[in-house]
């Protein structure tokens, strides 16, 4: 990836630049955000990435031939993509890609850096950006550089200034995603702010933050993932930092503790995670959250009450005890999970790369560890925190049949954990409402949103399909895919799949209903119409599978045959359907 500027030099994380491939810009036909993550995973950055084919201040292109065409990637690593090296494109559909790096700051949420991209220390001013991208001035003022400044943990701003030319070289590379901020205050909730903006980069703003001062409340509780394979995770490490949530408030209360969250989350059967609001806040809160999706957040925290329930009976099919133990699979506190949950599947406590790795093989090991009808789906990716702490124990493995002694693998690698294997095994489908779905589906895509019914963040597959059956509208269960921050899960009222890398569907069987609920007849029947004249002359409404007959081309042989059907002996004249007794 190089600079759009006359240079034409490399540049790194954090930074939009024009793709080449062996010397040759890189055409758009077909590329999407797996071949962005794809590509961006191949040059040895591991963070979120984006691309675009569209910017008008690009003009080198043409001093490039076109290198690459038709990227297609079925997931997010180099070895899953096919591509072509001639090409019937011309320089506007030329892909700019913007890659990340983890052992930086994320691009999501507010940045200050420099010119070479780099987060600044608080005190020094440096480039303000907002999800990768700068933020214009339009409306920008001293309560703005407090909000935001607090906003990433800061005491306040310290001076804020903006450049008639470009103060950076790069400046010019990156989008602008912020304008027209308007903070009442100095706390972030107070602001609005659009998306949208009618700017450009000399009016980029430019920040620097007052150092955080020292506080007497609390130490925050630690960030570190809880190996699965020392100990359980304790309630501290239940609170992910810099995540809050989108959804029901159930209780608020003033912040004493997060042992004190956590048993008044526990008091309530509705409650399903913790969110606890920012250090810098004069009263902090503790918001006890039932059906939510969770965001990214500077300095909020939040807790999943699967974390910290100890004394919940849970909700999936544990692995048989007889099942061999090489084997296992993981959510991301390090629990292990069963039949119908995803999981990391590890090998020996290490992870599993996807080199080579296809649904045969996923069938074979969760035959391997007890469960016999094999896989319901698996992806790869790198989703828990965990994953960095252990080691890559298996790759490049390949079954020739149904048993583990039919695979070959590799106990070296030349992988990293962006291809750890995730993986579901298929339950025995002993709960009547996933029953009644066919198994998920591998890149079955995604529906219009007109189709959505609702969403929420995935729990299980298992629990996906369970809460489209409390929905008697819902036709599917959807899961997005794995590559997404925060897996979401899907109900929707339509059966109209279309292909699409990652995501998973299951269909709810038409047939199929709760137990509450009476049962569909299906077939030919006959109701009353509840209009006076028809009922009184005996006329009935004729259905088939619950739904009416048009009369277009039916005639007398026709009433005559359905009537029989239903096991009458004949009909009335015409069209008009006569209730005549079968004796």
């Known amino acids: 990836v190089v600079s759009t500027q006359s240079t034409g030099e490399e540049v790194g994380a954090g930074v939009t630049g024009l793709l080449l491939y062996n010397g040759g810009t890189v055409c758009d036909?077909?590329?999407?955000?797996?071949?962005?993550?794809?590509?961006?995973?191949e040059m040895g950055y591991t963070g979120p990435s984006r691309w675009t084919n569209d910017d008008g201040s690009y003009s080198r292109n043409n001093n490039y031939e076109t290198g690459m065409d038709e990227v297609q990637c079925r997931n997010g690593t180099w070895s899953s993509c096919d591509f072509?090296?001639?090409?019937?494109?011309?320089?506007?559909?030329?892909?700019?890609?913007?890659?990340?790096?983890?052992?930086?700051?994320?691009?999501?949420?507010?940045?200050i850096v420099d010119e070479r991209g780099n987060d600044v220390e608080a005190g020094q001013k440096g480039l303000l950006l907002y999800n990768g991208g700068t933020v214009c001035d339009d409306s920008f003022d001293s309560n703005s550089a407090d909000a935001i400044c607090r906003e990433m943990g800061h005491s306040g701003g310290e001076g804020w200034?903006?450049?008639?030319?470009?103060?950076?070289?790069?400046?010019?590379?990156?989008?602008?995603?912020?304008?027209?901020?308007?903070?009442?205050?100095?706390?972030?909730?107070?602001?609005?702010?659009?998306?949208?903006?009618?700017?450009?980069?000399?009016?980029?703003?430019f920040l620097s933050c007052q150092p955080t001062t020292v506080r007497t409340t609390p130490p925050r509780p630690s960030t570190t993932t809880p190996n699965p394979f020392?100990?359980?995770?304790?309630?501290?490490?239940?609170?992910?930092?810099?995540?809050?949530?989108?959804?029901?408030?159930?209780?608020?209360?003033?912040?004493?503790?997060n042992q004190h969250c956590v048993d008044l989350c526990l008091s309530h059967d509705s409650c399903e995670g913790i969110s606890i609001s920012p250090t810098y806040w004069a009263v902090r809160g503790c918001y006890i959250i039932g059906e939510h999706t969770t965001l990214s957040a500077s300095s909020w925290q939040y807790a999943d009450r699967s974390c910290f329930e100890n004394d919940k009976e849970p909700a999936t099919t544990e692995a048989p005890t007889e099942a061999p133990q090489q084997f296992r699979l993981f959510d991301r506190f390090g629990n292990e999970v069963g039949a119908g949950v995803e999981g990391l599947l590890t090998y020996n406590n290490g992870t599993v790369c996807d080199d080579s790795f296809g649904d045969s093989e996923a069938d074979v090991i969760c035959r391997e560890m007890g469960?016999?009808?094999?896989?319901?789906?698996?992806?790869?990716?790198?989703?828990?925190?965990?994953?960095?702490?252990?080691?890559i124990k298996l790759d490049?493995?390949?079954?020739?049949?149904?048993?583990?002694?039919?695979?070959t693998f590799n106990a070296d690698h030349?992988?990293?954990?962006?291809?750890?294997?995730?993986?579901?095994?298929?339950?025995?489908?002993?709960?009547?409402?996933?029953?009644?779905?066919?198994?998920?589906?591998?890149?079955?895509?995604?529906?219009?949103?007109?189709?959505?019914?609702r969403q929420r963040t995935l729990q299980s597959y298992d629990a996906c399909k369970e809460w489209c059956s409390e929905h008697d509208n819902c036709l599917a269960a959807v899961v997005s895919p794995a590559h997404w921050a925060h897996r979401e899960c899907f109900i929707v009222r339509t059966h109209n799949v279309t292909s699409r890398p990652g995501w998973y569907a299951a269909i709810r069987n038409a047939a199929c209903s709760d137990e509450d609920e009476e049962e569909t007849e299906y077939g030919f029947s006959l109701v009353d119409t509840g209009l006076g004249y028809e009922q009184l002359m005996g006329y009935k409404l004729l259905l088939f599978n619950g739904g009416t007959v048009c009369d277009d081309s039916f005639d007398e042989n026709a009433a005559m045959a359905i009537c029989r059907e239903m096991g009458f002996f004949g009909c009335g004249v015409g069209v008009r359907i006569l209730l005549v007794s079968a004796g």
């Open 29 to 41: 036909d077909n590329f999407d955000d797996l071949a962005a993550a794809a590509i961006c995973n």
């Open 84 to 111: 072509q090296l001639y090409h019937d494109c011309d320089h506007s559909e030329d892909v700019y890609l913007f890659c990340s790096d983890n052992e930086g700051a994320e691009s999501e949420g507010f940045r």
């Open 161 to 205: 200034t903006t450049e008639s030319s470009n103060y950076y070289e790069n400046q010019v590379n990156y989008d602008i995603t912020l304008d027209d901020v308007n903070c009442a205050s100095g706390n972030w909730s107070s602001c609005t702010f659009s998306e949208t903006h009618n700017c450009y980069h000399g009016e980029d703003v």
């Open 230 to 257: 020392t100990e359980p995770p304790d309630i501290d490490s239940c609170f992910r930092q810099n995540t809050r949530t989108s959804g029901a408030v159930i209780e608020e209360v003033t912040y004493a503790g």
């Open 371 to 391: 469960y016999t009808r094999g896989a319901a789906a698996w992806t790869s990716g790198q989703q828990y925190d965990l994953q960095n702490d252990l080691d």
């Open 396 to 407: 490049d493995v390949s079954c020739q049949g149904e048993g583990w002694s039919s695979c």
């Open 414 to 453: 030349n992988c990293g954990h962006r291809e750890d294997v995730f993986l579901t095994c298929s339950s025995e489908d002993t709960n009547a409402q996933t029953a009644c779905y066919t198994e998920y589906r591998a890149n079955t895509g995604m529906f219009p949103d007109s189709a959505i019914i």
